[in-house]
């Protein structure tokens, strides 16, 4: 296929490098980061654009996605696909999702799991908002990046999907963290812990596939001075998105709204910024109840 890739990072440069690699003909562009190998360099995202089958977006967010849509939208030939792979609140997504068709063109919204080392091995886990047609035609594309596709209904769901999941994430790993450091105070064996909770009903993927206690479980930022992995102002960027669609949908939601808070507090006023967002617990290990 004939593709734009619009944002060329941490993230969409390895992505676009695993298309170069299947055998697509890539045409990008960034304000900032180098040009892969075998990517063709355009000089905008509308050149980029022009003649694609599909432009894909990987934008750090919502604002920035409006402006690029604002540019390419209007590049793009008739019945191409705007596949956006950011993460970004579900407004923007829909947003775009309806400027693009009322363009004549068509939109998915496709945010990823599974970080760099994902998009570096081609093993992402796409969650997509839009139509069947759409979503078919983009299949082989998302088979070259990613390992597993999962259609989740119309423009914006697969941004709900993933803000739902990453709430999730967020909450367990604050309960992960503050309960080791509960079971430190009552003279409780990290080891110990470990064993019971993760065969036990308290078991999660935080505490058995991405333990924060350095030494114990399989191997995670924690065996490695909590060098992300998932950075802690990631983790922040999404739980305030969730807050935010929360917030549009009247949803309550108060151990979502209470993760925000603490990691607002750890990456802005602590020493979060920069670390995996597992590196919460040894923030707990240094806390008491009047802290
Ligand atoms: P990044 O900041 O490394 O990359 C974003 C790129 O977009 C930058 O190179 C920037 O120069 C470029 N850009 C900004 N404005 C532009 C414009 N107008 N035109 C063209 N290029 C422009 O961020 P990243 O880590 O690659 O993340 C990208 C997206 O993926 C974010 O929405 C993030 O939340 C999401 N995400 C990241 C991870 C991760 O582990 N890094 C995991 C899952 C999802």
């Given at each position: ?134 979503f078919d035609d983009a ?13 989740c209904g119309p423009s ?136």
């Open positions: 296929m004939k593709i734009g890739f619009i944002g060329l990072g941490n993230m969409g440069a390895p992505m676009a490098r695993n298309l170069v690699a299947a055998g697509h003909d890539v045409s990008g562009f960034d304000v900032v980061a180098p040009i892969p190998d075998g990517v063709t360099d355009c000089k905008s995202g509308a050149e980029a654009a022009k003649d694609a089958d599909v432009v894909i977006t990987m934008l750090p967010d919502g604002a920035i996605l409006r402006r690029v849509a604002d540019e390419v939208v209007p590049a793009m030939k008739p019945g191409a696909i705007l596949l956006d792979c950011s993460t970004v609140d579900v407004e923007s997504a829909r947003a775009v999702a309806g400027q693009a068709e009322a363009a004549g063109l068509r939109a998915l919204d496709a945010p990823v799991s599974g970080g760099i080392g994902g998009a570096e091995a081609g093993t992402l886990t796409f969650m997509i908002g839009g139509s069947d047609d759409a299949k082989p594309l998302f088979d070259t990046m990613g390992q597993k596709a999962v259609h914006g769901n697969g941004q709900a999907a993933k803000i739902c999941n990453n709430m999730i994430l967020g909450v367990t790993m604050i309960g992960t963290c503050e309960a080791f450091a509960l079971a430190d105070k009552l003279g409780l064996d990290r080891q110990a812990m470990f064993d019971v909770v993760s065969t036990s009903s308290g078991y999660s993927w935080t505490m058995n596939a991405y333990c924060p206690a350095p030494g114990i479980g399989p191997m995670s930022p924690a065996d490695n001075g909590y060098a992300p992995g998932f950075a802690a102002e990631l983790m922040l960027k999404d739980l305030r998105l969730s807050q935010q669609a929360a917030e549009a949908a009247d949803a309550d939601t108060p151990m979502g709204r209470r993760a925000a808070e603490l990691y607002t507090d750890f990456v802005e006023d602590e020493d979060g910024r920069g670390k995996d967002f597992s590196a919460m617990l040894p923030r707990f290990e240094k806390r008491g109840r009047a802290d």
